[in-house]
């Protein structure tokens, strides 16, 4: 039966299914189409995403509804970086030299700026008044009052890319790190604050530079992304292991042009890399070998962070959110599973039922898909699908507790991204207490 009901969309607020996790990337709303510059998780629920045209905006579930929180203020300038050190303590950087600050997390921001006209490339929250800013002009500044009161330090010629911290066990205090364009620079707790710097082996040259760096989550290595050449620019890995004296190309053999701007390794194995044209790849041994994740977009993506190993976020142009509670990788059955020849929707199973059932359903094509279900005067009484789904097999558990006995329809529609007509198909299922 495929016939579309006539229903009006007055929602009434249920308790929805859950879907498998069996799907890699999800894209989410955002409700904006700006670039989307830098993104932090604060739990497994909750980040907070800055953007080049002004917006902040924060989840608290997951990606599936943001919040604009942008400032009520003047300041019409860009967001280029965001560091929060707990769950509530933040810095947001931009351009016109503003950094900005909150201790709730996110919900509401003072605002600050640097002694000196800069544009603010990036930003390491250390505590909840402190935090390092790396600028356009190789000015590092450092503030542990909130911004009142600024300490500043030339530590190169390059703009500061990345500022960011050593995250194992330290006797000594936690030493930092900054990458500029084309070098690597040091602050180490002993035996002088004072920044150090070396180039980046293989980044000098013109049209090479380095975008962010991290180090691994308990202690494990540190990795540099960028883009390598000129005419041609190859996207670049690069590692280095505290037994290392040298830095190691780990790149994946892309065989594509373009760079690497992000990067986030939520532990000593598994790294995270994105970059130009929708380009994302995971590793789970350290970055010595690389599979390319199957993600939704084209479109740019700069930025990436995972609270986990499998939950995470990441951001790119014209508004691009993505995110993944399963590491971006499918269980054994789906990766080997063919893909569906037709679309289909089973029946409920069991059906009658007492308080939940399974609906299982059957997609050929990339594209945006909604289950919904509808009581017998047509309103929508939960929605259980409402995300952009690669072609396979799914299955829902719609838990309907908060509901009466009575008779329900639920409705799958699907919209391929190929261009394909769109299909639609109903049908009927009883619910006995």
Same mark, same amino acid.
């Given at each position: 039966?495929?016939? =579309? &009901? *006539? ?12 879907? *498998?996790?069996?799907?890699?990337? =999800? ?37 599936? +509804? ?16 965001? !560091?929060?050190?707990? !769950? ?24 600050? %700026? ?30 542990? $009052?909130?911004?009142? +009161? ?36 040091? @602050? ?16 000098? @040259?013109?049209?090479?530079?380095? %975008? ?12 540099? #992304?960028?883009?390598?050449? $000129?005419?041609?620019? *190859?996207?670049? #890995?690069?590692?280095? =292991? ?6 190691? $190309? ?67 142009? !014209? ?9 971006? /990788? /499918? ?15 089973? @029946? ?25 279900? %509808?009581?017998?005067?047509?309103? @929508? ?44 198909? =109903?049908?009927?299922?009883? &619910?006995?207490?």
């Amino acid at each position: 039966m495929s016939t =579309l &009901l *006539r229903i009006p969309f007055l929602a009434v607020l249920m308790l929805t299914g859950v879907e *498998r996790s069996d799907a890699q990337w =999800l894209v989410r709303n955002s409700g904006t189409t700006d670039k989307l510059t830098d993104v932090v998780m604060l739990s497994r629920s909750i980040a907070v995403v800055v953007s080049k045209a002004g917006p902040i905006l924060v989840t608290t579930d997951a990606g599936v +509804t943001w919040q604009d929180v942008t400032l009520p203020l003047s300041y019409g300038g860009h967001w280029n970086a965001i !560091s929060f050190c707990d !769950s509530a303590s933040g810095y947001a950087a931009g351009d016109q030299s503003a950094v900005f600050w909150t201790l709730n997390g996110g919900a509401g921001w003072m605002w600050r %700026y640097l002694p000196a006209k800069r544009s603010c490339y990036s930003v390491l929250c250390t505590g909840p008044g402190s935090c390092y800013v790396g600028t356009d002009s190789g000015w590092v500044f450092n503030t542990s $009052d909130t911004g009142r +009161t600024w300490s500043s330090e030339k530590i190169s010629e390059w703009p500061v890319r990345s500022i960011f911290r050593w995250r194992g066990e330290s006797l000594v205090g936690v030493s930092k790190f900054a990458i500029t364009s084309h070098s690597f620079c040091t @602050q180490y707790v002993l035996p002088s604050p004072s920044w150090g710097e070396v180039e980046i082996p293989g980044l000098e @040259q013109p049209g090479s530079e380095a %975008y962010d760096a991290e180090f691994a989550q308990n202690g494990g290595p540190v990795y540099i #992304v960028g883009g390598h050449g $000129d005419y041609f620019s *190859r996207p670049v #890995v690069l590692r280095k =292991l505290r037994s290392d004296t040298s830095w190691q $190309d780990v790149s994946p053999a892309t065989g594509m042009s373009g760079i690497f701007t992000g990067v986030s390794a939520p532990s000593a194995s598994s790294v995270y890399i994105c970059g130009s044209g929708g380009v994302m790849y995971k590793s789970t041994d350290g970055g010595t070998t690389w599979g390319r994740q199957d993600v939704p977009t084209k479109l740019d993506i700069n930025a990436i962070c995972f609270f986990d190993e499998t939950r995470g976020f990441a951001v790119g142009d !014209s508004g691009l959110i993505l995110y993944t509670q399963t590491g971006g /990788l /499918l269980g054994l059955d789906d990766r080997t599973a063919a893909i569906p020849a037709e679309f289909e929707l089973f @029946q409920n199973n069991p059906n009658p039922f007492n308080s939940a059932t399974n609906i299982e359903y059957r997609i050929p094509d990339f594209g945006f898909v909604t289950l919904r279900v %509808y009581d017998v005067l047509g309103r @929508q009484v939960a929605a259980l699908v409402n995300e952009v789904r690669r072609p396979g097999s799914y299955k829902v558990v719609f838990d309907a507790r908060s509901l009466p006995s009575g008779v329900y329809f639920y409705m799958l529609t699907a919209s391929p991204f190929s261009g394909e007509r769109g299909m639609s198909r =109903l049908r009927k299922l009883v &619910l006995l207490k």
